[in-house]
């Protein structure tokens, strides 16, 4: 019979002395996680050798049970869905990052997962209940993080209903960023550090709002069975057997783009009026209450940057700023979107939306740091690369370039500054060991972001 084999953490402040405890003692061990791998001997070994390290103590131990996550993918995809509730529980409580990446949280656990946080760091987090309830009768929230800073800054995930790993990576976020400023400890994603003084002046500068699951029916309805497990769309009634609008679509911006685009040479496959499609646009704009609920925080807050995060079902992994409706350009203020004489153009090759070229330059520069930290996160296995929204390919009607919009349709708005990611396995259900790898490159980008608007804020200050 073989030897099980134990995961422990360690605790300690002194990576001097822990180095010197493996070192000598020849242990395995993961200097950034404080984690290793032990059979049942050297476990005995490393308790007896801690009795001459009293700051070093064990602080999780584990079985280690080496093909538990990927055995579970040859039966159903929704055996990878957690069926009880994790953070039903007392915030007292924490979670190793073993418990985390167990399996996919359900719909429930989200929202659980808002309260637990708020509670746990009630200092620096509040709960925000949003005022519009689901098709199916469902309220949302979103949590804010930060200590009432003079950035508003806007994270989304969870529209798509397949796309299970992006709130998972959400939560994740809340839960590094909030454990990282309490106990005034560096942080470790894959391979990126960010370091306590990072989170420090990210916690008392930005205002973090994070909604990770705008689309909890849809999501509901995916992981309840393998029939249903591709449903893209929220769950809007329609008629017998049809359901569901696209969110993704159904913003305010260029919304009825049959008026918009040209339709020659122009690919418009992925926006339609025919309402069984998975990219139903929705009766009228901001029809959906999912879509109402993302747009109602910007009415009372002065966003600045906003990221929607999403997957696709391959290995495509993009950071998108700019425009999705045409290219982009800054030496014809007059081509842009507002003016009628170019309605019915876009798609043309001559059309490119107008955009400032500091504001074009600085949203570029901030896409490529977060595809550069999403990358290094996985040791560069996994590649993001940075680009504009319209060379994915033509949409209108989506939550980037709403928010994009915003202030040049009214100045009584802030510029937001907006980004779309694009983490994906593949499929929309990576096995457990891909999720956590994927989840950690879609915090990276996000830690990445937020360093990054720090450094640009505190700039313009100087400035
Ligand atoms: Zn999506």
């Known amino acids: 019979m073989e030897d099980k084999m134990y995961i422990v953490t360690l605790s300690g402040n002194d990576l001097r002395e822990l180095s010197e405890l493996i070192d000598k003692h020849g242990f395995p061990y993961n200097e950034k996680l404080r984690q290793a791998k032990f ?22 131990e584990k079985e280690f049970e080496p093909m538990q996550r990927d055995d579970e993918i040859k039966g159903s995809v929704t055996d990878m869905v957690n069926k009880t509730n994790r953070f039903n529980s007392k915030p007292e409580m924490d979670f190793d990052d073993d418990i985390f990446f167990e399996k996919y949280f359900n ?33 949302s929230n979103l949590i804010r993080i930060g200590k009432k800073g003079f950035i508003d800054v806007y994270f989304i995930s969870g529209v798509h209903a397949r796309e299970w790993h992006p709130p998972d990576a959400l939560i994740y976020f809340v839960r590094k960023i909030c454990s990282a400023f309490k106990n005034e400890k560096d942080v470790f994603i894959g391979q990126n550090t960010f370091t306590y003084e990072q989170i420090k002046s990210i ?5 973090i709002y994070v ?26 009634f329609i008629s017998e057997n049809i359901y569901g609008v696209d969110i993704n679509r159904n913003y305010d911006f260029l919304w009825d783009y049959e008026k918009y685009f040209s339709s020659k040479n122009t690919d418009l496959s992925n926006m339609q009026k025919f309402n069984a499609s998975e990219n139903y646009i929705g009766p009228y704009p901001a029809s959906e209450p999912e879509t109402r609920n993302v747009i109602s925080l910007i009415i009372n807050t002065r966003i600045k940057y906003f990221a929607d995060v999403h997957s696709f079902d391959n290995n495509k992994n993009l950071i998108l700023y700019s425009w999705s409706h045409s290219g982009s350009q800054s030496d014809y203020p007059e081509m842009n979107f507002k003016n009628s004489k170019y309605w019915g153009q876009y798609g043309d090759v001559y059309y490119s939306e107008y955009v400032d070229r500091k504001d074009y330059d600085l949203r570029k520069r901030l896409a490529k740091n977060m595809a550069v930290a999403a990358t290094k996160a996985n040791s560069s296995v996994r590649k993001y690369q940075a680009q504009t929204s319209n060379d994915m390919y033509l949409i209108s009607g989506g939550s980037r370039d709403y928010m994009e919009s915003r202030n040049l349709i009214n100045q009584d708005y802030t510029s937001i500054h907006s980004f779309f990611i694009e983490a994906s396995g593949d499929s929309f259900f990576p096995p457990l060991r891909k999720r956590e790898i994927i989840i950690k490159d879609i915090v990276s980008a996000l830690f990445e972001l937020c360093v990054q608007i720090v450094s640009t804020e505190q700039m313009k200050d100087q400035t």
Not at 41 to 50: C, V
Not at 203 to 207: H, S, Y
């Open 39 to 60: 059979d049942s001997k050297s476990l005995n070994e490393l308790k007896k050798a801690l009795n001459d390290y009293p700051d070093i103590e064990i602080i999780a």
């Open 107 to 139: 719909t429930e656990e989200i929202e659980s997962a808002l309260t637990f946080y708020s509670l746990k760091h009630p200092d620096i987090t509040e709960k925000i209940k949003l005022p519009e309830k689901t098709h199916n009768g469902r309220t």
């Open 203 to 207: 916690i008392d500068k930005l205002n």
């Open 211 to 236: 909604f990770p699951l705008v689309n909890p029916d849809g999501r509901e309805f995916s992981q309840k069975n393998d029939i249903n497990k591709n449903w893209r769309k929220n769950r809007r």
